[in-house]
């Protein structure tokens, strides 16, 4: 069974003090990692799509990075505007129209001006 | 704009009721996936649909049903049967893959479903 942990649970910054995510992962064979981004009250906005260890993916203060065992995302000088619930996603290699994600119960960051 | 639409936004339900949860996309995706989200947990697959007239169970399939007559539309009804309904609902869709890449999926807004 796929597992996807998420830490921390929740995460208080001071506006530009720069932290990371972490999610870890059990998969059989991973055929994606997916970070998604949550403010309250609407749907997850996708950010980022990783798919092998090494890879990297940049958006603005966001930084994604992948390992064979879990991501982190990195949030460099961050803004009040980035405080949201960041939830990673995984998706593993099964039969070939099997594209199920797994979520992770997400992370909430909150940033103070 | 494309995009996917759930509606309402906030329903209730009372006792013994089924109610509908409307979900519609204009993004031309095979796919799509009904996810229940509830407060420190993550988003649970409840059914999903990779072309029309199919669909599978999820992970938390009882108590619920769907129907895919038409590509761009996926209702969820939540039957009596489901004991506790009181949560978030997230609509989802999805090409498979381009070029053997995989796709993310895209969210709807939600509908928030509570007991009366």
């Known amino acids: 069974e796929d597992q996807v942990t998420q830490s921390p649970e929740a995460l208080r910054l001071q506006e530009g003090e720069s932290s990371s995510l972490n999610c870890s992962y059990t998969?059989?064979?991973?055929?994606?990692l997916f970070w998604y981004r949550q403010d309250p009250g609407k749907g997850p906005e996708f950010l980022f799509t990783?798919?092998?260890a090494g890879e990297e993916k940049e958006k603005e203060r966001l930084k994604a990075t992948l390992t064979k065992k879990e991501s982190f995302l990195h949030i460099t000088a961050p803004k009040p505007e980035d405080s949201a619930t960041y939830l990673c996603a995984v998706q593993a290699k099964r039969a070939s129209n099997d594209y199920k994600l797994s979520f992770g119960a997400g992370t909430t960051v909150t940033v103070r001006a | 704009d494309g995009g996917i639409t759930q509606s309402p936004k906030y329903l209730f339900r009372k006792e013994g009721q089924n109610v509908t949860l409307s979900c519609e996309q204009n993004l031309n995706h095979d796919a799509m996936y009904w996810y229940r989200q509830d407060p420190g947990q993550g988003l649970r697959l409840i059914y999903y649909?990779?072309?029309?007239?199919?669909?599978q169970k999820g992970d938390i399939a009882e108590g619920y049903s769907v129907s895919r007559e038409k590509k761009e539309s996926f209702p969820l009804t939540v039957t009596s049967a489901q004991k506790n309904p009181t949560a978030f609902y997230l609509c989802?869709?999805?090409?498979?893959?381009?070029?053997?890449?995989?796709?993310?999926?895209?969210f709807g807004d939600g509908t928030r479903l509570s007991i009366l």
């Open positions: 990783l798919y092998s």
């Open positions: 989802a869709s999805s090409i498979f893959v381009i070029r053997g890449v995989s796709q993310p999926q895209h």
């Open positions: 998969v059989s064979g991973l055929r994606g």
């Open positions: 649909s990779q072309i029309v007239n199919d669909f």
